[in-house]
């Protein structure tokens, strides 16, 4: 069993979490491991020993005395080592490197053309991902950007088979089914990449950043497109090929409907993405050429665009319903373009509690995601990091 597919039980006090605990500042010492953990201080010092030879934990010096001796202090290496993020959407992408304990050192959004093909788009961004990498390097001891980088997150807006990093007939991406995206960065970097659906990475990066003392959440990613992640058991469920939490084409309108990208017709990417609300404007009359110019109107007030917004968002609600009764989450977060639409998110909210049981929506939280336009980064860098981890 590796550390990603054991249960959240058996990590208690896995290196995994010890390095968490050290990252956030909850623990400073071995002695403050053992206590969190309730494991043996001989079983937390070999499991420190193991992630500082892994260059994953360092120790700084002698901390405060209790009574005996001064325990050494433990603290995620700052100086160097970082590992890179790849956040790729239709039209832009957000590329950035992050320290071990996920915190972004530099980041930057470039426009892309995503019909490219994957060659272009992706060379593109991992000889950014190396330029940034070179520049944290610049300042740290060894100067070194090869041993600076150890590892690569790639999130990806369309189906990916996790466990080859091959995608899987996406919707809005001409020329890039069935690309091997690892095997092509690897090529490339010398480091382990690693490649999930951009949804499953938003998730990542929000439950770790607000909610990781939850054990079941559901994140929804509203933007061109619409999808979300699924957080079980405090870890990311994926399902058995990677496609768990595809909302996207789940049926929502009988026919006569609008036609999906999937070949289906009303599916709910077709009545409820923002791709779905600039086509619908415009069949209104409506001069409207992106999801932006969509937002602007709903924030302006206009009554078409609210109108949509609202509708789509019973949409959504009506499909999160069946979610939230079978799964019966802890929270439900929205998060990309879309999430800013009041109109949508209001009625999303009212669906969901019209259309679940009083139980299942007793506690739950339904709210934005909080973690900003570096959210899917994070959750990219977190999955590096727990690969290397795991190595450890």
Request: proline letters at 5%.
């Amino acid at each position: 069993m590796t550390i990603d597919e054991a249960p959240r039980d058996v990590l208690r006090g896995g290196p995994r979490e010890l390095l968490r605990w050290v990252a956030t500042g909850a623990a400073v010492s071995r002695a403050d491991l053992s206590r969190l953990s309730g494991l043996s201080p001989s079983t937390v010092s070999q499991r420190v020993e193991a992630l500082i030879s892994q260059g994953l934990l360092e120790e700084t010096g002698a901390g405060r005395s209790r009574g005996g001796r001064r325990p050494r202090q433990l603290a995620v290496p700052t100086g160097g080592a970082v590992v890179g993020a790849i956040d790729l959407g239709a039209h832009h992408a957000r590329v950035g490197t992050l320290d071990l304990s996920g915190r972004v050192v530099q980041a930057r959004t470039l426009p892309v053309r995503i019909e490219d093909g994957p060659e272009a788009v992706l060379g593109a961004l991992l000889a950014e991902v190396t330029t940034l990498v070179g520049g944290d390097s610049a300042a740290s001891a060894d100067g070194s950007a090869a041993d600076a980088l150890r590892g690569v997150g790639i999130g990806i807006p369309g189906p990916v088979q996790h466990s080859t990093g091959r995608i899987v007939s996406p919707s809005r991406m001409p020329g890039w089914n069935g690309f091997d995206v690892a095997a092509f960065c690897a090529g490339r970097v010398d480091v382990p990449v690693i490649v999930d659906n951009d949804a499953n990475l938003m998730a990542l990066g929000a439950h770790r950043t607000a909610h990781s003392e939850l054990d079941h959440a559901v994140y929804i990613k509203a933007g061109t497109g619409i999808g979300s992640g699924v957080i079980s058991s405090g870890r990311l469920h994926r399902g058995a090929q990677g496609s768990a939490g595809d909302i996207s084409h789940c049926r929502v309108v009988a026919d006569p409907a609008p036609p999906c990208t999937c070949g289906n017709a009303g599916c709910l990417e077709a009545v409820a993405s923002g791709a779905a609300l600039v086509t619908a404007l415009r069949g209104q009359g409506v001069q409207v050429s992106d999801l932006t110019g969509v937002i602007r109107l709903i924030d302006d007030g206009d009554r078409q665009a609210t109108a949509l917004a609202r509708q789509a968002g019973r949409a959504v609600g009506e499909i999160l319903a069946v979610v939230v009764n079978f799964f019966n989450p802890q929270v439900v977060a929205i998060g990309g373009r879309l999430a800013d639409c009041e109109p949508l998110l209001a009625s999303m909210r009212a669906t969901l509690y019209e259309r679940c049981l009083p139980l299942a929506t007793q506690t739950l939280l339904i709210e934005r995601v909080a973690a900003g336009q570096d959210v899917g980064i994070t959750g990219a860098a977190h999955l590096v990091i727990d690969h290397v981890v795991a190595a450890a």
